[in-house]
């Protein structure tokens, strides 16, 4: 109850610094505007918009001729330079389209917005009226000028998305709710730009994102827009634009959509014929009110994968009859002879009770990290229940997350029960400058036993982990702690990296002997967007090494680990790696490429050798062969080398539904081979059509 009422303190504190923050926004300002006080300068601002218009915009005479009455729907914005940009424009006439394009082509340089002291973005969304003199005769004060003018500025910032439903029909209100932007690599690849380059203090780390933080700095509903086409029957407009089943009332609004992952390919060094996919699911999400959204996906699958992942979920079977676990799925039973059947839901609740914080709770994943894989905590293991409370201040994002895991094994299971484990982890980016981020990771774990439940000093938001462990017991939990940085060199090159240490001997490092007791992992990466001047193209790469035992316990279940997998980067420990990737996309085409050269160190599991290496973070680290020494590849050393090249049309960018092709290479080559670790080469081809929810990784 204590640490109850010290976090409502805590937020309120929070919330008393927002609101100071909020009130140094500044508009952007024209020349004529630098006298006038803050107050007016919205004001000030919205009649030199309309001055231009009204003197420049000259309505084509197909117009005139038709005597045309109506809107042109506008989105533009005035980016940090204090330079205007057209996002979006709407009208039933091409020519009207055309002239507002010339016309804000001549709209002047002025000087940008500023939020906290430090220049951004805005964004508005405005109206035309046709005819002109429907305003362009009276005067600025006049009553409907002044109508407009609040419009415009109703449609500022964050709130641009309140456009007329005559623009766009239904109003698509989850791109300004509380509900997360479904986290795949390749569609956050679409608006990772925006997010670094008109986000002069946006946090990216903590994923996945919230629609109403990355709607400040990109403009879904525009893009959405911009991919519509023009359909005229029911089946048409719900097959290639709408959700199947979309309603809204004054304070709720609900949408309803099939989910497929129907996919069919060829495995070149399977026995079976072929491989497959054959999920179909529901997906609901909606909202009530503006601060409560809620969000529930339920998938039944069968499928048969390629060889090599096959035998990788199989290696992951848990206690009981069922034949493997699905990577990043599930628990999986026998279908047929050959095949899984591996039904997955998750769901989430999700509240803003204040501007400055969101509160989830549900059954899903989350990641930390601004690269491909994550060191601290990623999205490869299977759904889990989690609470989730994300604050954000000043330059600060925080967030906590609890997680309730399972430890399958039979060597933990109590009357053919699976252990409960519980993983606490606090995240704290700070925006040090407008080019620099810097991120404090902390997490523990920790196993429901006869001794031990849910420890409840671990709801504490804001102490240091390692201080709880030594207070409850050094072998009670497995905690870990990390850091980040991201630096953005210019608009199109940001770096990033993470640190992550699980246990440090400085006396060992001194001594130069490799101890087993360092263990520690970290990555660096780049991203480089626009690459070569191609617009929508963003390459990556990145570098991740991490040494052996890293994440592993003394504790048999207090792991890094959940279903068998891990929680952080999926190859474990004992391993370094070299990510390429490429990401490209226009208008409903996409193409992804990812090329991963890896280097892993694997046990011999033998009756001569039956050491831990420290790859495998289920085993005690107390079965190494020795204490010095230690290396990364040590064991059955295996270099690997894992290509993918993926090609895709939206179909549905209202469910991001998908029709996609790709082909995987795959080559597997260890030093010495055994009933588990041999060597392998897969060609795989694929085909499918996909409801593009999650992030599938068949890199292993």
Same mark, same amino acid.
């Given at each position: 109850?204590?640490?109850?009422?010290?976090?409502?303190?805590?937020?309120?504190?929070?919330?008393?610094?927002?609101?100071?923050?909020?009130?140094?926004?500044?508009?952007?300002?024209?020349?004529?505007?630098?006298?006038?006080?803050?107050?007016?300068?919205?004001?000030?601002?919205?009649?030199?918009?309309?001055?231009?218009?009204?003197?420049?915009?000259?309505?084509?005479?197909?117009?005139? /001729?038709?005597?045309?009455?109506?809107?042109?729907?506008?989105?533009?914005?005035?980016?940090?330079?204090?330079?205007?940009?057209?996002?979006?424009?709407?009208?039933?006439?091409?020519?009207?389209?055309?002239?507002?394009?010339?016309?804000?082509?001549?709209?002047?340089?002025?000087?940008?917005?500023?939020?906290?002291?430090?220049?951004?973005?805005?964004?508005?969304?405005?109206?035309?009226?046709?005819?002109?003199?429907?305003?362009?005769?009276?005067?600025?004060?006049?009553?409907?000028?002044?109508?407009?003018?609040?419009?415009?500025?109703?449609?500022?910032?964050?709130?641009?998305?309140?456009?007329?439903?005559?623009?766009?029909?239904?109003?698509?209100?989850?791109?300004?709710?509380?509900?997360?932007?479904?986290?795949?690599?390749?569609?956050?690849?679409?608006?990772?730009?925006?997010?670094?380059?008109?986000?002069?203090?946006?946090?990216?780390?903590?994923?996945?994102?919230?629609?109403?933080?990355?709607?400040?700095?990109?403009?879904?509903?525009?893009?959405?827009?911009?991919?519509?086409?023009?359909?005229?029957?029911?089946?048409?407009?719900?097959?290639?634009?709408?959700?199947?089943?979309?309603?809204?009332?004054?304070?709720?609004?609900?949408?309803?959509?099939?989910?497929?992952?129907?996919?069919?390919?060829?495995?070149?060094?399977?026995?079976?014929?072929?491989?497959?996919?054959?999920?179909?699911?529901?997906?609901?999400?909606?909202?009530?009110?503006? /601060?409560?959204?809620?969000?529930?996906?339920?998938?039944?699958?069968?499928?048969?994968?390629?060889?090599?992942?096959?035998?990788?979920?199989?290696?992951?079977?848990?206690?009981?009859?069922?034949?493997?676990?699905?990577?990043?799925?599930?628990?999986?039973?026998?279908?047929?002879?050959?095949?899984?059947?591996?039904?997955?839901?998750?769901?989430?609740?999700?509240?803003?009770?204040?501007?400055?914080?969101?509160?989830?709770?549900?059954?899903?994943?989350?990641?930390?990290?601004?690269?491909?894989? $994550?060191?601290?905590? &990623?999205?490869?293991? &299977?759904?889990?229940?989690?609470?989730?409370?994300?604050?954000?201040?000043?330059?600060?994002?925080?967030?906590?997350?609890?997680?309730?895991?399972?430890?399958?094994?039979?060597?933990?299971?109590?009357?053919?029960?699976?252990?409960?484990?519980?993983?606490?982890?606090?995240?704290?980016?700070?925006?040090?400058?407008?080019?620099?981020?810097?991120?404090?990771?902390?997490?523990?774990?920790?196993?429901?036993?006869?001794?031990?439940?849910?420890?409840?000093?671990?709801?504490?938001?804001?102490?240091?982990?390692?201080?709880?462990?030594?207070?409850?017991?050094?072998?009670?939990?497995?905690?870990?702690?990390?850091?980040?940085?991201?630096?953005?060199?210019?608009?199109?090159?940001?770096?990033?990296?993470?640190?992550?240490?699980?246990?440090?001997?400085?006396?060992?490092?001194?001594?130069?002997?490799?101890?087993?007791?360092? /263990?520690?992992?970290?990555?660096?990466?780049?991203?480089?967007?626009?690459?070569?001047?191609?617009?929508?193209?963003?390459?990556?790469?990145?570098?991740?090494?991490?040494?052996?035992?890293?994440?592993?316990?003394?504790?048999?279940?207090?792991?890094?680990?959940?279903?068998?997998?891990?929680?952080?980067?999926?190859?474990?420990?004992?391993?370094?790696?070299?990510?390429?990737?490429?990401?490209?996309?226009?208008?409903?085409?996409?193409?992804?490429?990812?090329?991963?050269?890896?280097?892993?160190?694997?046990?011999?599991?033998?009756?001569?050798?039956?050491?831990?290496?420290?790859?495998?973070?289920?085993?005690?680290?107390?079965?190494?062969?020795?204490?010095?020494?230690?290396?990364?590849?040590?064991?059955?050393?295996?270099? $690997?080398?894992?290509?993918?090249?993926?090609?895709?049309?939206?179909?549905?960018?209202?469910?991001?539904?998908?029709?996609?092709?790709?082909?995987?290479?795959?080559?597997?080559?260890?030093?010495?081979?055994?009933?588990?670790?041999?060597?392998?080469?897969?060609?795989?081809?694929?085909?499918?059509?996909?409801?593009?929810?999650?992030?599938?990784?068949?890199?292993?």
């Amino acid at each position: 109850m204590k640490q109850f009422i010290v976090l409502l303190l805590l937020l309120a504190q929070f919330k008393s610094v927002s609101q100071t923050i909020n009130s140094t926004e500044k508009q952007p300002v024209f020349p004529s505007c630098k006298n006038v006080t803050a107050d007016s300068l919205k004001q000030c601002f919205t009649k030199n918009v309309y001055q231009i218009i009204k003197s420049e915009f000259k309505t084509p005479e197909v117009v005139v /001729k038709d005597a045309y009455k109506g809107d042109v729907a506008v989105i533009f914005e005035v980016d940090t330079l204090g330079v205007f940009n057209l996002i979006y424009v709407k009208s039933v006439y091409k020519e009207l389209k055309e002239e507002t394009e010339r016309v804000f082509k001549l709209f002047p340089k002025i000087e940008p917005a500023s939020y906290n002291g430090r220049k951004t973005f805005k964004q508005y969304a405005l109206p035309i009226k046709i005819p002109l003199t429907d305003f362009n005769n009276s005067p600025v004060e006049n009553e409907q000028v002044a109508k407009e003018i609040a419009t415009l500025e109703a449609a500022s910032h964050s709130e641009y998305d309140n456009l007329n439903n005559s623009i766009v029909g239904y109003k698509d209100n989850a791109f300004s709710s509380q509900l997360n932007v479904q986290f795949t690599h390749s569609d956050y690849a679409r608006f990772d730009r925006a997010i670094n380059v008109v986000g002069t203090n946006s946090h990216t780390a903590s994923k996945p994102f919230v629609y109403s933080e990355i709607s400040k700095y990109y403009n879904f509903k525009a893009e959405k827009e911009k991919l519509l086409q023009e359909r005229k029957t029911w089946f048409g407009k719900k097959l290639w634009n709408e959700h199947l089943v979309q309603l809204q009332g004054e304070n709720y609004w609900f949408t309803i959509d099939p989910i497929f992952d129907l996919q069919v390919g060829k495995d070149t060094e399977a026995d079976f014929s072929s491989t497959y996919n054959n999920t179909r699911g529901l997906l609901v999400k909606g909202g009530l009110g503006k /601060k409560f959204n809620f969000y529930t996906s339920v998938f039944e699958s069968q499928g048969r994968f390629a060889q090599y992942f096959n035998e990788y979920a199989e290696s992951l079977k848990a206690f009981g009859p069922d034949p493997a676990i699905i990577p990043g799925r599930g628990i999986a039973k026998a279908f047929k002879t050959d095949s899984y059947d591996y039904p997955v839901a998750e769901a989430y609740l999700s509240y803003a009770p204040a501007d400055f914080v969101n509160i989830q709770f549900g059954h899903g994943k989350n990641f930390i990290g601004d690269g491909y894989r $994550s060191l601290f905590l &990623s999205d490869v293991a &299977s759904p889990h229940p989690f609470l989730k409370l994300n604050t954000k201040f000043w330059k600060i994002k925080y967030t906590n997350t609890w997680m309730w895991l399972k430890d399958v094994r039979p060597e933990v299971t109590t009357d053919d029960a699976f252990l409960t484990k519980y993983m606490a982890t606090h995240f704290l980016s700070w925006n040090v400058t407008k080019r620099l981020n810097v991120g404090f990771f902390e997490s523990v774990i920790w196993a429901n036993t006869t001794n031990r439940s849910f420890d409840v000093n671990y709801l504490n938001p804001i102490i240091f982990y390692r201080a709880i462990e030594f207070e409850t017991g050094q072998d009670a939990g497995n905690a870990i702690m990390g850091a980040s940085a991201k630096y953005k060199w210019n608009n199109n090159i940001n770096f990033y990296g993470q640190f992550i240490l699980d246990e440090f001997s400085l006396s060992d490092v001194k001594a130069g002997n490799k101890s087993w007791k360092n /263990k520690f992992g970290y990555q660096l990466g780049v991203k480089y967007y626009n690459a070569f001047k191609v617009d929508n193209l963003m390459l990556q790469m990145e570098y991740n090494r991490v040494r052996p035992y890293t994440y592993s316990h003394s504790t048999i279940a207090t792991n890094y680990g959940h279903n068998n997998q891990s929680m952080a980067h999926l190859w474990s420990a004992n391993f370094s790696e070299l990510v390429l990737m490429g990401n490209y996309f226009y208008n409903r085409w996409y193409a992804n490429a990812k090329f991963i050269f890896g280097k892993r160190g694997f046990d011999y599991n033998t009756d001569t050798d039956a050491f831990s290496y420290g790859g495998d973070i289920y085993r005690n680290y107390n079965d190494r062969p020795l204490d010095t020494g230690v290396k990364v590849g040590q064991g059955i050393t295996t270099n $690997s080398f894992y290509g993918n090249l993926q090609a895709g049309y939206v179909v549905n960018p209202s469910s991001n539904l998908k029709l996609f092709t790709d082909i995987t290479v795959r080559n597997f080559n260890p030093d010495v081979t055994t009933e588990t670790v041999y060597k392998s080469n897969t060609v795989w081809f694929n085909f499918g059509l996909r409801t593009d929810l999650f992030n599938w990784y068949f890199d292993y």
